[in-house]
T-cell receptor
Framework: DQQVKQNSPSLSVQEGRISILNCDYTNSMFDYFLWYKKYPAEGPTFLISISSIKDKNEDGRFTVFLNKSAKHLSLHIVPSQPGDSAVYFCAASDSGAGSYQLTFGKGTKLSVIP | DADVTQTPRNRITKTGKRIMLECSQTKGHDRMYWYRQDPGLGLRLIYYSFDVKDINKGEISDGYSVSRQAQAKFSLSLESAIPNQTALYFC???????????????FGSGTRLTVV
């Protein structure tokens, strides 16, 4: 069973508009969430994270929102730029398990159209 | 130099051949991981190691083996490669939580493996 789900394989957005990438999880023990960005021919790179004690974390153009009751998080990119075109992976971790292993979603490919 | 270096970057091999993918890191992290990426399937964990003497299977370890030669080196072997092992392979590292908290993983640039 997929514990971290990214139900939109792809998303297209006009430059300057908002991009919203969604992620759902099923494991209620997850308490730390991260977003990774991946360009072709490169490894994923860390983008932004949020702990379950918060409902929002902001870093420049990137904001992650967490709704624990809905087991849902989203990544907002405002304004979107062509350089944001990449695959975005949502990941989650259960710190209580001690391992801090990350479970990844399947990714969403974002295309920002100039 | 990259923090996490994977070699080779690309490899084409024949079915039945043994192949080793290598990973080295300069982050000083204790934990290392091997993932594979397939289109539409995201990143799936093959093996992970929390220190030199601790190696664990991930969700898709069949057909693979690993060796943690040192804190900085973690290699992945395919003993007898088969075509459905054609994929993009990533090595990653992370610090042990407590050494400044949990900051996720640092990934290498990947090895594209094709088994023909």
């Amino acid at each position: 069973d997929q514990q971290v789900k990214q139900n939109s394989p792809s998303l297209s957005v006009q430059e300057g508009r908002i991009s919203i990438l969604n992620c759902d999880y099923t494991n209620s023990m997850f308490d730390y969430f991260l977003w990774y960005k991946k360009y072709p021919a490169e490894g994923p790179t860390f983008l932004i994270s949020i702990s379950s004690i918060k409902d929002k974390n902001e870093d420049g153009r990137f904001t992650v929102f967490l709704n624990k009751s809905a087991k849902h998080l989203s990544l907002h990119i405002v304004p979107s730029q062509p350089g944001d075109s990449a695959v975005y992976f949502c990941a989650a971790s259960d710190s209580g398990a001690g391992s801090y292993q990350l479970t990844f979603g399947k990714g969403t490919k974002l295309s920002v159209i100039p | 130099d990259a923090d996490v270096t994977q070699t080779p970057r690309n490899r084409i091999t024949k079915t039945g051949k043994r192949i080793m993918l290598e990973c080295s890191q300069t982050k000083g992290h204790d934990r290392m991981y091997w993932y594979r990426q397939d289109p539409g399937l995201g990143l799936r964990l093959i093996y992970y190691s929390f220190d030199v003497k601790d190696i664990n299977k991930g969700e898709i370890s069949d057909g693979y083996s690993v060796s943690r030669q040192a804190q900085a080196k973690f290699s992945l072997s395919l003993e007898s490669a088969i075509p459905n092992q054609t994929a993009l392979y990533f090595c990653a590292t992370s610090p042990t939580p407590g050494q400044g908290g949990f900051y996720g993983y640092t990934f290498g640039s990947g090895t594209r493996l094709t088994v023909v």
